[in-house]
C-alpha cells in the first residue's frame, strides 16, 4: 500500500471560477461515502474509527484510506441529534476529555438502530498524522447527493441557458459547511437615490448621491454536508459600497432528501446525479427570469423604502436592540455601530446598510453570509424601535 497524499484544501473565501472548480475537482477526487449501522459509529481519541473501506487506486499505487478520520464542519451537531447527546456537552468533552467522549459515543451509537451515511474526505495532514482523513458528515440515509462539483457545472448550464456567462459571478465562498456563489446582472440595475441619500461607503467613501445604483442579483447556496437546503435567492446589490440584501422571503429552496441507501460504500449513480443537476439548471433558469429583472428589482426597492426612513435619536440603543433579537454577538453590535456611522445615514435604512457592511469584514465564511442575510430583518426592526 502507498502513502496516503496530502488532503485538499475544504475552504476558500473570495475565490474566482477557476480556483474553485480545481478545489472542487481535487475535493471529488478524495471523497468515500459509506452507509453503515448507527450502532457501529466508534469513537477513539474523539475521532471516528472508519473501517472496511474499499482501496483507492491512485498513480502511486493502492490506498488503503480505513482508518481515524477527524470530525470537521456539522459533524458534532449531527452527531448530538443522531445519539441525543447535548452538543456544548460533545465540544467540552473532545477539548478536555476526549476518552469520556468516547465512552459516550460508543455506548449509546451500540444501542442505537437504523443508518447512517458518512461523508468521508480522505489524505493526509501534517498536523493529524495518525489520521486518514475527515469525516465530514453524518447524515441520514435517505440523504440526495447535490454536490458542489454538481452544483457549480448546473448553475453555470443555467446561466448559459439563461444568456448569463462566468463572467457575471461576482464571488464564490466554500466552507467546511457550504457552498455560496453570488451572480450579479451588469444592466440590470435601477436608481435608489431616495435609499442612498446621505450615504457613504464605510470602505471607499463613495456617496450615494454618486452612485445610487442598485443591481439585481441571485445568491445559490448549496450544503453537501447536511448544513441546509439548496437554495437560490435574490439580492439587491449597491453598487456605492457592494452590500447585498438578500430577500430571503423569495428564495427557492430544495431540501436534500431522497430514498433509502443500501448499506455499503457509495456510489452515486450518474441517473441521480443527472436528477439533480437538470433541477439545478432549471431553478437557476427560474430564478434569473424572475429576479433579475428591473420590474423586480424596483419592487425590492419600493420595499424597502417602506422601512428605510425612520431617524433614529438612540441608535446605540435600537442596535442593541436589534442585536438581541437577530443573536449578534456584542462585538457585533459594535461593528454595526461603527459602520452606522460611518455610513452617514442616521435611519433604519443606514442600520441595514451598517449590517451588510459589516458582514464583509467577518472572517467566517459561513457568519458572514448568515449575518449579511439578516440585513432587511435588522432594518425593519430598526424601524419598529425607532418609530
Known amino acids: 500500500m502507498s502513502a496516503l497524499p496530502t488532503a485538499p484544501e475544504r475552504t476558500l473565501r473570495g475565490g474566482d471560477i477557476q480556483q474553485v472548480f480545481a478545489l472542487l475537482q481535487q475535493q471529488e477526487r478524495h471523497k468515500v461515502d459509506v452507509v453503515v449501522s448507527t450502532s457501529l459509529l466508534r469513537s477513539y481519541q ?114 448559459h441557458e439563461a444568456g448569463l456567462g462566468p463572467e457575471s459571478i461576482q464571488s464564490i465562498d466554500l466552507s467546511d459547511n457550504s457552498l455560496y456563489l453570488r451572480v450579479n446582472a451588469p444592466g440590470v440595475e435601477v436608481a435608489a437615490r431616495k435609499l442612498m441619500a446621505g450615504y457613504r461607503s464605510p470602505f471607499s467613501g463613495q456617496t450615494g448621491e454618486d452612485m445610487p445604483l442598485v443591481r439585481a442579483g441571485i445568491e445559490v447556496t448549496n450544503s453537501e454536508v447536511g448544513s441546509g437546503a439548496f437554495n437560490i435567492k435574490p439580492v439587491a446589490l449597491f453598487l456605492a459600497c457592494n452590500n447585498g440584501f438578500t430577500i430571503e422571503a423569495d428564495k427557492f429552496r430544495r431540501v436534500h432528501l431522497g430514498g433509502r441507501l443500501e448499506e455499503g460504500q457509495i456510489k452515486w449513480s450518474d441517473a441521480t446525479k443527472e436528477a439533480a443537476n437538470t433541477y439545478v439548471k432549471s431553478q437557476v433558469c427560474d430564478a434569473v427570469s424572475t429576479f433579475l429583472s428591473k420590474d423586480y428589482l424596483e419592487k425590492v426597492v419600493a420595499d424597502m423604502e417602506k422601512d428605510a426612513f425612520v431617524e433614529l435619536e438612540k441608535p446605540e440603543k435600537v442596535i442593541e436592540a436589534v442585536g438581541r433579537q437577530l443573536v449578534y454577538s456584542k462585538a457585533e453590535q459594535e461593528g454595526i455601530l461603527a459602520h452606522f456611522i460611518r455610513g452617514g445615514q442616521l435611519t433604519s435604512g443606514g442600520v441595514g446598510q451598517a449590517v451588510t457592511s459589516f458582514s464583509q469584514t467577518i472572517e467566517d465564511v459561513d457568519r458572514m453570509h448568515e449575518f449579511n442575510a439578516t440585513g432587511l430583518a435588522a432594518m425593519k426592526l430598526a424601524a419598529k424601535l425607532g418609530a
Open 46 to 159: 474523539g475521532n471516528f474509527e472508519i473501517n472496511g473501506l474499499d482501496p483507492v487506486l491512485v498513480d502511486s499505487g493502492v490506498l488503503d484510506i480505513s482508518g481515524s478520520y477527524r470530525p470537521v464542519g456539522p459533524v458534532d451537531t449531527q452527531v448530538s441529534k443522531i445519539l441525543d447527546i447535548p452538543v456544548r456537552y460533545i465540544r467540552k468533552l473532545r477539548a478536555e476529555l476526549p476518552s469520556l467522549l468516547d465512552t459516550n459515543v460508543n455506548e449509546l451509537a451500540s444501542r442505537a438502530e437504523g443508518k447512517i451515511l458518512l461523508r468521508l474526505l480522505w489524505g493526509s495532514d501534517p498536523n493529524y498524522p495518525d489520521t486518514s482523513g475527515v469525516i465530514r458528515a453524518v447524515l441520514s440515509d435517505r440523504y440526495r447527493a447535490l454536490d458542489n462539483l454538481d452544483t457549480l457545472l448546473s448553475v453555470l448550464d443555467g446561466m
